[in-house]
């Protein structure tokens, strides 16, 4: 088993500030920040929460007899691969990113070779295949923790604290107006009722295993994040052992300044005012409806009193 092996995934729902965080840690000196989402999930995920979510956004589940290569291309992680494979359709190919996915298949193979075949260890090998495979990777050479991203992923927080003892889960909540508000911007976006049914299994789930999980399952707020992201994500990295980097202040692609993060998401300005104004994008039926609904948890979590 890679015994060394540190990951820190991030768990949001849609439009609560995951890819922003995301961002934000990304030039830190002592973390391999994954480039995109991280969609680390596979079509053999089947239980009660596959109906809800997207399984690319899951923890992954591996057949009994495949191979390692098999295993590979069962992980989606789409938005990698349609960047390195066919790079003309991917909204970030304006992005350089000196990256083969053949070749990381290949190392992928090799760590599974030298770990052996579970899921901890092909998500370990996943992981450090990729940056073994980025070529134009800005390494300070200081780096500890691979941090990847993955909306929703936090339902599976307790798979990945057990199967991984290096790891830690951070969840990002962001007040349930705001991200209402931004995912009715999508092209075909989910309903009043469905988005806030989604946003409430994401927070039973991530309070759930704060609880179970004390000191490795982190819950933060949006909100604290763009009033002060050095301070706020200092803190997280710190419970991890990690220095309160200077670059948490910006977010950021490679290490290369970001004036807004789209199109990592559907927020382009992380500030307090324009997560506000966003908010006071609904009307007042909306306003009410996404109150009832989110209700319990807008106490527990501070967002009582928001709008």
């Not at 089947?46 to 109906?51: E, G, P």
């Not at 073994?132 to 909306?151: C, F, I, L, N």
């Not at 790891?167 to 349930?176: D, F, G, K, S």
Request: proline share 5%.
């Amino acid at each position: 088993m890679d015994s060394q092996f540190r990951l820190l995934m991030i768990g949001a729902m849609y439009e609560n500030g995951g890819n922003t965080t995301h961002r934000f840690l990304d030039g830190h000196p002592q973390m391999f920040v994954y480039p995109f989402e991280s969609q680390i999930g596979t079509r053999l995920v089947q239980d009660s929460m596959s109906s809800m979510f997207p399984v690319k956004y899951r923890w992954p589940v591996f057949a009994l007899n495949s191979t390692s290569r098999q295993d590979y291309f069962h992980i989606i992680d789409e938005e990698v691969k349609v960047r390195a494979r066919t790079s003309h359709v991917s909204k970030f190919r304006h992005m350089n990113f000196d990256f083969s996915d053949d070749e990381r298949c290949a190392l992928y193979e090799k760590y599974v070779a030298r770990t052996g075949r579970t899921r901890p260890d092909n998500v370990a090998a996943f992981f450090r295949a990729t940056f073994e495979a980025w070529k134009d990777y800005r390494r300070t050479g200081r780096e500890s923790v691979h941090v990847g991203y993955s909306p929703i992923i936090g339902i599976d927080a307790d798979k990945i604290l057990t199967e991984m003892p290096e790891a830690h889960v951070l969840h990002i909540v962001r007040n349930p107006w705001s991200a209402y508000a931004d995912t009715k911007k999508r092209p075909v976006p989910l309903s009043l009722t469905d988005y806030l049914l989604g946003w409430v299994v994401n927070q039973h789930h991530a309070l759930l295993y704060k609880e179970k999980f004390p000191g490795r399952m982190h819950v933060v707020r949006f909100e604290d994040i763009v009033e002060n992201p050095k301070k706020t994500l200092g803190a997280v990295c710190q419970k991890l052992g990690l220095e309160a980097a200077d670059s948490l202040s910006q977010p950021s692609w490679n290490g290369a300044r970001l004036e807004e993060v789209y199109p990592w998401g559907t927020i382009r300005r992380a500030s307090p005012e324009a997560n506000r104004a966003t908010a006071r994008e609904l009307d007042a039926d909306e306003i009410a409806e996404v109150r009832s609904r989110a209700k319990v948890y807008l106490e527990a979590l501070d967002y009582k009193n928001f709008i």
